[in-house]
RNA sequence: GGCGGGGUAGCUCAGUCGGUAGAGCAGUGGAAUCAUAAUCCAUGGGUCGGGGGUUCGAGUCCCUCCCCCGCUACCA
């Protein structure tokens, strides 16, 4: 038997000065979809996420807060812990970047940097932002309010900063990375994304200073400690040391690097697209497969802010809609990679249109019509119509459909697709008219009953990779056992089985019904 | 300023090679009654952002203008 083949994603490592917001959770969500349907399809999966600890900020806050600066980033990662809980990811490793690992890693990427003659002592000097971790150019710094210089973009205050620091040669990487991109065009997605990104790297690129020498909350430049390393060099490493680096001999990194999908929201593309291929270059390392940047979200319409006190959290929407329609909003709601509206008549219509009524009632309108009426048990059918026929043919190929969908992290389509197949059941159900049936050919209603819990199989066994919970319920449901649930299942040598016991059926997607009492 | 993406039914959006404008939701009418008052059927006279052009024929190609979004530059 072949192996199977490796699917490594990532989400970013989340930074552990913000609390957990739904970017965070749409972000993971997105990756955790991708990985549930990944190893349901066989595939050996390595799903990463983790938490971003070191830099500046980190330190002012763990200072504010009045704790160790350890104690701090233990207690902030725990959040992203927790969040991974309340959504449900399925994620194989959690890596912060204050672990031994990583700081090897880090420091050995940087040695062979180092070793390839890309990394130089030079002088850094211009404003900082501690806030955004970065330094800025003369324009993009205006006169603060307070009388000190501030960033034009969010008015973070700047400090001038004057030291050594290291550089890396990122100046050279302008041809190279062109050529990246240019043979693999699947590399930056979605499209805008990547043309942004090419045109960036055209319109030339500076050396970067990747080290800093005033802090010390990080990890530390090899053989000149006095030096600790630049934010992103550090934070984008978790990649690799995830997989074993610098043991590129070892199971873990000859299975899963190059990584297949770094997931990121679009604010962090060029880090992600720019900065870690030339770096992972420039070591003589291979660049991630794809780095997929999505949008943003907005709260009934407005930008979310700390200021506005808009900002969705995850935990909020979960216990106010339930953690299935959660997952499938986020994912049904706009085009993957587009920006989008969380609002809460759209959630609603989501739950009560697609979930409930077409999907859930679907189930449940058959299963309590088998339950009465064929012995709570899986009917025999007799010969198949062509109509019966064609609603299997369109369940059973759905599969190759979704797959392809969600090759190219098309979230939507693929529940789109799906759902087409809901409808089709549906309008199939009102066609035979089972009710009918059972007076006058029994037979034949058995027939019909098992095609559409047959298709519901098949509805349920894809869908679990976006809401597992409720899918699980439904093929508990349908009796079909715990080993059975695969992709490799689907199709007609796994039909149900005539006789299989059936529990009564409870249902599965609730409505969500308005408090009218509220207002 | 440059580059990229948009401007299509009340709302969210599809529209491949140019050939009589589509889907979902909402609305209206009807059927059915197995089901979570769920389902199914019927129903869209929209200047396809404005103007011009090419063509027998353009949402779909060309020019131009307006507006929105993203990336980026410069002036300062």
Known sequence: ??????????????????????????????????????????????????????????????????????????????????????????????????????????????????????????????????????????????????????????????????????????????????????????????????????????????????????????????????????????????????????????????TYWPCDLHMVGKDILRFHAVYWPAFLMAAGVKPPTRVFAHGWWTNEGEKMSKSLGNVIDPHDIVERYGLDAVRYFLLRALPFGSDGDFSHRAIVGRMNDDLANDYGNLAQRVLTMVNRNCAAAVPEPGAFTPADDALLGAAEALVETVRADLGEQSFHRALIHIWEVVGQANRYVDEQAPWVLRKEDPARMATVLYVVIETLRHLAVLTQAYMPAASGRMLDQLGVAEDARTLAALGPDGRLAPGTPLPKPEPIFPRFVEDSAAS
């Open 1 to 254: 038997m072949a192996p199977r083949a490796a699917y490594y994603l990532s989400t970013p490592i989340y930074y552990v000065n913000d609390s957990p917001h739904i970017g965070h959770a749409y972000t993971s969500l997105a990756c955790d979809v991708l990985a549930r349907f990944m190893r349901l399809d066989g595939r050996d999966v390595l799903f990463l996420t983790g938490t971003d600890e070191h830099g500046q900020k980190v330190e002012k806050s763990a200072i504010a807060a009045g704790m160790e600066t350890q104690e701090f980033v233990d207690q902030v990662s725990e959040r992203f812990r927790a969040l991974g809980e309340v959504m449900g990811y399925s994620n194989d490793d959690f890596i912060r970047t204050t672990e031994d690992r990583h700081t090897r890693s880090c420091q050995e990427l940087w040695r062979r940097i180092v070793a390839n003659g890309h990394i130089y002592l030079g002088k850094y000097a211009g404003w900082y932002s501690v806030r955004d971790e970065a330094f800025c150019t003369e324009a993009e710094v205006t006169d603060g309010p307070g009388g000190g210089k501030v960033t034009v973009t969010d008015g973070s205050p700047v400090e001038w900063v004057e030291e050594p620091s290291y550089f890396f040669r990122l100046s050279a990487w302008q041809e190279p990375l062109l050529e990246f991109y240019e043979k693999n065009p699947q590399a930056v997605a979605p499209e805008s994304r990547r043309n942004e990104v090419v045109s960036f790297v055209s319109g030339g690129l500076n050396d970067l200073s990747v080290s800093r020498a005033s802090l010390k909350w990080g990890i530390p430049v090899p053989g000149d400690p006095g030096h600790t390393m630049y934010v992103w060099l550090d934070a984008l490493t978790n990649y690799i040391s995830a997989a074993g680096f610098p043991d590129t001999e070892c199971d873990l990194y000859r």
